[in-house]
């Protein structure tokens, strides 16, 4: 029996995620949903993010998804937990790579800059992470909520995305910095402008390669399929006709360039 593997997230942002998959783990049947009339979530309560995720996960088991990736790090946050103690199948979060970060930045005695959104950054994963790895206080913790409300409005020109993160980061020494931590899934799509503000050595790290390899693993050489197919679906609806699919083609083909 084939299973479909289902990603959610707030809006386009698990695209960077799915994209990674389709390059890394070809020849399944994938369901994207995109909640993306009630994005964007970092920055409501975590008790009606909490109460989103469930109906999209809901939502995708119903369409027959056997694996589901929680392609947001905000989602993963409120909601990862109970959803494995309610469900049966696989439950695939993201994680802020602050561990490898962290042994990246050391290594030359530099401090690691974590971006996300401001939910995330103040949820106990986040805390439990600082203290597990972070030990000689070497975090800086940075929200950039205003890059998924860019990105849920397809603006990816460097005149509007410098112009925030100059702001954003305007209160940080740039140069005191070895690694910086996407811990969003919306902010790879910035990778360029990000990497722009900072010295060239600065390595930039997300979390889609690390949830990817534990999807692999999870699927093993299960479900395979001729070739990759994927479904869309905003909110619960179906995507079918080409002006409706032509927003998600274009951000995977941004990612191509990146």
Do not use: W
């Not at 990246?104 to 974590?114: A, D, E, I, N, Y």
Request: with cysteine; net charge negative.
């Amino acid at each position: 029996m084939n299973v479909k593997i289902g990603f959610l997230d707030s809006g386009i942002g698990g695209l960077t995620v799915l994209s990674e998959a389709l390059k890394n783990i070809p020849n399944h049947e994938y369901l994207y949903y995109a909640d993306t009339m009630r994005a964007p979530y970092g920055e409501k309560p975590k008790e009606v993010v909490r109460q989103y995720v469930f109906d999209a996960v809901e939502f995708l088991i119903n369409q027959g998804a056997g694996i589901i990736v929680i392609a947001c790090n905000t989602a993963t946050s409120v909601a990862a937990a109970e959803l494995r103690h309610h469900y049966q199948i696989p439950i695939i979060g993201m994680e802020p790579a602050v561990k490898p970060a962290l042994e990246l930045s050391q290594k030359g005695s530099k401090r690691v800059l974590v971006t996300a959104t401001p939910l995330t950054l103040i949820e106990e994963k986040m805390q439990i992470l600082l203290e597990k790895y972070d030990h000689h206080q070497s975090v800086d913790l940075c929200p950039l909520p205003e890059l998924v409300k860019l990105a849920e409005r397809f603006d990816f020109s460097d005149e509007s995305v410098l112009f925030y993160l100059k702001d954003a980061f305007s209160k940080y020494n740039l140069n005191e910095y070895g690694s910086i931590v996407l811990g969003c899934t919306h902010f790879p799509l910035f990778k360029k402008q990000i990497k722009r503000l900072f010295p060239t050595d600065v390595v930039i790290i997300d979390g889609s390669e690390g949830t990817v390899n534990h999807l692999k693993d999870v699927i093993g050489n299960r479900f395979e399929t001729p070739q990759s197919q994927v479904t869309f679906y905003c909110s619960g609806n179906i995507v079918k006709d080409e002006s409706g699919l032509e927003p998600f083609q274009q951000i995977l083909r941004h990612l191509s360039t990146i």
